[in-house]
Structures are given as C-alpha cells and as structure tokens.
T-cell receptor
Framework: EAQVTQNPRYLITVTGKKLTVTCSQN?????MSWYRQDPGLGLRQIYY???????DKGDVPEGYKVSRKEKRNFPLILESPSPNQTSLYFC????????????FGSGTRLTVV | QQQVKQSPQSLIVQKGGISIINCAYE??????FPWYQQFPGKGPALLIA?????SEKKEGRFTISFNKSAKQFSLHIMDSQPGDSATYFC????????????FGKGTKLTVNP
C-alpha cells in the first residue's frame, strides 16, 4: 500500500529533551515536506526537501532541523523542544516539486511540557 | 501574508443540505487549486482539484466552482451527509514549481443527522 508513515503517533516530552519524529514513504517520491497544524492557523510548512540532500526552510522553521540522506526518509528533529512546539505534525510527500497530489501521513501529536 | 483566504472557519449544515466553502487568492501565478479533506485523527487527503481554465469540476456530490477574474473558488457539497463531517482545506500551487503549495486555514464542517 502506498503510504507515508510517521512515528510516533503520540509523544509527550519535557522541555529541552531532543527528539526525532520519523517519516518514511514507499512511493519513490522526490518531494517531502513537514507541516504543523494548530487550531485557527491551519497547516504551516516547516521544512521541505526537493530530493536527497536538498532541503529548505518553509514558513516556520525556527527550532526544527531536518535531513534527507535517503529518498524515502525525512526525519524531523527538535534539538531543544519548547512548549510552543506543542502541535500536530504531518509529513507529506509528492511525486515531484510543483506536482499536485500530496500524500500525508497520519500525524504525530507532540506535547512539550 | 496569507496567500489563500478561506471562509467560513466552521460550518454546520443539516443532512441533505448544501455545504459551501469559499476561498480567495491573490497570486495570479497559481495554476492548480486542490481541496483536501481531513477526518479527525487522520492526515489530509486530496479530495478534488481544478485548473483555472475550467469554471467548474464535479466529482460525485463534490463540485468546485472557479472564478478566475475574481480570483475565487469554492467547494460545494451537495446532499451533505454526516460522513462528510471533516475539516476541509483549500490550497493553491503553481505546477511549474515557481510557487509552493499553500493552504487556507481550514473549515470544520459538521453535518447533523
């Protein structure tokens, strides 16, 4: 089944404790992206990657890091999480940059206390 | 600056009624307008999309109406059902890649039985 898999689905952590949210897609998509979803703010892009080793900032990149060492994986790294990063996070992939039809993962609900 | 403005923020309709969600954009470079549907606990999923060279696209009970001169587009859900209760996001993108995918802030639709 073609899908984007995120782990974990739920995570509660403490301020300052580094964490990684994994994202993997099995569709050989070139383009991958991370979004955060907050009430009233919709989906805001954090980082995106157009291909292996090619990443760039989205609209809200502060406090986040990403890497794209393999085509299928695009982990999101919070090196020192803060409470304002409590949110619902989605990873998405698309065949290529500028092509419609984004496939989203099921989301990771992160709580930072 | 919000590139795609979506309204209303929430919408309640009765079963069998018509649900209408509106979006407006400023950037004339956008040339593809998808709608995403998100059920609670799930990631957004592509529902229907339209290009600006057509004024209307229909798929089952879902219709997109597009007004290029007004830079507005809308989603109509005919014969709304409780199973349509979800959050709907309009979006815009340039398929040539000069502009990335941008989302509206979402509309939470509730269809009462």
């Amino acid at each position: 089944e073609a899908q984007v898999t995120q782990n974990p689905r739920y995570l509660i952590t403490v301020t300052g404790k580094k964490l990684t949210v994994t994202c993997s897609q099995n569709m050989n998509h070139e383009y991958m992206s991370w979004y955060r979803q907050d009430p009233g703010l919709g989906l805001r892009q954090i980082y995106y990657s157009m291909n292996v080793e090619v990443t760039d900032k989205g609209d809200v990149p502060e406090g986040y890091k990403v890497s794209r060492k393999e085509k299928r994986n695009f982990p999101l790294i919070l090196e020192s999480p803060s409470p304002n990063q409590t949110s619902l996070y989605f990873c998405a992939s698309s065949l290529s940059w500028g092509i419609y039809g984004y496939t989203f993962g099921s989301g990771t609900r992160l709580t930072v206390v | 600056q919000q590139q795609v403005k979506q309204s209303p923020q929430s919408l309640i309709v009765q079963k069998g009624g018509i649900s209408i969600i509106n979006c407006a954009y400023e950037n004339t470079a956008f040339d593809y307008f998808p709608w995403y549907q998100q059920f609670p606990g799930k990631g957004p999923a592509l529902l229907i999309a339209i290009r600006p060279d057509v004024s209307e696209k229909k798929e089952g009970r879902f219709t997109i109406s597009f007004n290029k001169s007004a830079k507005q587009f809308s989603l109509h859900i005919m014969d709304s059902q409780p199973g349509d209760s979800a959050t709907y996001f309009c979006a815009a993108i340039t398929q040539g890649g000069s502009e990335k995918l941008v989302f509206g802030k979402g509309t939470k639709l509730t269809v009462n039985p």
